[in-house]
């Protein structure tokens, strides 16, 4: 029986766990959720996720969201090095995932629901909250960018699922024009991503075409 992933093609959220799971070389069924139709909101789906949010992992009986945990997951059931080799590198990585959960991805998810999804439902973004979240990536940023003039990755020096973590505002930031594009050490890692994980590349391709063509046929332009 086979991993199912649920989740919006869209989503920087689903990206994290299909370029891991690729690099893993672990198979996964996608079940495609369209987060713009309230899909994520049926009856059935919230008995997957109460939350109403995607992605989410049905391992037979056993259902999982969150992405990191997911990942974690799957690197346990793959036997794979992603989640680190020592008992110490395992904890530097729990360590940032965490950072990443409370003081990193927070804020741009933060950013995309009042600059992307309220121009879909035809609401103003509020921008003390838009200021508010860019203070707080800036701060994380100034962490990141310092930390990475000394390591090509975020623990090891070598690719672990923490990288994808962090990585995942970059899936939106130039629609959302969160400020990370100010932090060079930031862009060269992500660009550093890209150019050597092939699976951090394709996904990229497919939020672009996802969330550019819902902005298209909604008649957005940013």
């Given at each position: 029986m086979s991993i199912k992933i649920y989740g919006d093609p869209g989503s920087g959220s689903l990206r994290r766990i299909t370029s891991a799971a690729a690099v893993m070389g672990v198979e996964i069924e996608r079940v495609n959720i369209d987060l713009f139709k309230g899909e994520s909101h049926t009856p059935e789906y919230l008995e997957l996720n109460p939350h109403g949010?995607?992605?989410?992992?049905?391992?037979?009986?056993?259902?999982?969201?969150?992405?990191?945990?997911?990942?974690?997951?799957?690197?346990?059931?793959?036997?794979?090095?992603?989640?680190?080799?020592?008992?110490?590198?395992?904890?530097?990585i729990l360590q940032w995932m965490f950072w990443s959960g409370e003081q990193w991805r927070v804020f741009a998810t933060l950013t995309f629901d009042e600059v992307l999804a309220k121009r879909f439902m035809g609401k103003p973004a509020d921008e003390s909250i838009v200021n508010l979240a860019a203070a707080k990536l800036r701060a994380g940023a100034s962490v990141l960018d310092a930390?990475?003039?000394?390591?090509?990755?975020?623990?090891?020096?070598?690719?672990?699922?923490?990288?994808?973590?962090?990585?995942?505002?970059?899936?939106?930031?130039?629609?959302?024009?969160?400020?990370?594009?100010?932090?060079?050490?930031?862009?060269?890692?992500?660009?550093?991503?890209?150019?050597?994980?092939?699976?951090?590349?394709?996904?990229?391709?497919?939020?672009?075409?996802?969330?550019?063509?819902?902005l298209e046929a909604a008649g957005i332009k940013l």
């Open positions: 949010l995607s992605p989410v992992m049905v391992d037979g009986d056993f259902v999982l969201y969150e992405s990191s945990a997911i990942n974690l997951y799957l690197a346990e059931k793959a036997g794979s090095d992603l989640a680190g080799t020592t008992t110490r590198e395992r904890y530097e930390h990475l003039a000394k390591h090509d990755y975020i623990v090891g020096d070598r690719l672990t699922l923490v990288d994808f973590d962090i990585a995942g505002p970059f899936s939106q930031n130039e629609r959302t024009k969160i400020p990370l594009n100010e932090f060079p050490n930031l862009v060269a890692w992500q660009q550093r991503l890209l150019e050597t994980v092939p699976a951090w590349a394709d996904t990229k391709r497919e939020v672009d075409v996802r969330i550019d063509t819902a």
